[in-house]
Nanobody, 129 residues
Framework: QVQLVESGGGLVQPGGSLRLSCAASRFTLDYYAIGWFRQAPGKEREGVSCISSNDDSTYYADSVKGRFTISRDDAKNTVYLQMNSLKPEDAAVYYC??????????????????????WGQGTLVTVSS
């Protein structure tokens, strides 16, 4: 059974940084488009960032653009989300997800939960002083 496991969440002060990891087992992430999503209490799950599998083109939500960076390490079969200058409104459970569809030039309309099939269990990010 294919599986994604997120890690790296935790408590950080406003302005701080965290790096989330998404590790895959029983499949190779290199061939999959990957997305990071987040869900805060009482809110819908939203797309944070996606990276395609054919040319590594990326998408970032406006709320995180310039602060977050998505990247792959194929040797480690892991995708990362580097989060800098964190704000209280970034607090949420963060999920990574994968799709075998290449998700070329991901955008607001394609980096959505419905387009990704394999999901991790989530990791909690708390931003508070």
């Amino acid at each position: 059974q294919v599986q994604l496991v997120e890690s790296g969440g935790g408590l950080v002060q406003p302005g701080g940084s965290l790096r989330l990891s998404c590790a895959a087992s029983r499949f190779t992430l290199d061939y999959y488009a990957i997305g990071w999503f987040r869900q805060a209490p009482g809110k819908e799950r939203e797309g944070v960032s996606c990276i395609s599998s054919n040319d590594d083109s990326t998408y970032y939500a406006d709320s995180v653009k310039g602060r977050f960076t998505i990247s792959r390490d194929d040797a480690k079969n892991t995708v990362y989300l580097q989060m800098n200058s964190l704000k209280p409104e970034d607090a949420a459970v963060y999920y990574c997800a994968a799709t075998s569809y290449p998700l070329p030039s991901p955008s607001f309309t394609t980096c959505t939960p419905l387009n990704l099939e394999v999901w991790g269990q989530g990791t909690l990010v708390t931003v508070s002083s």
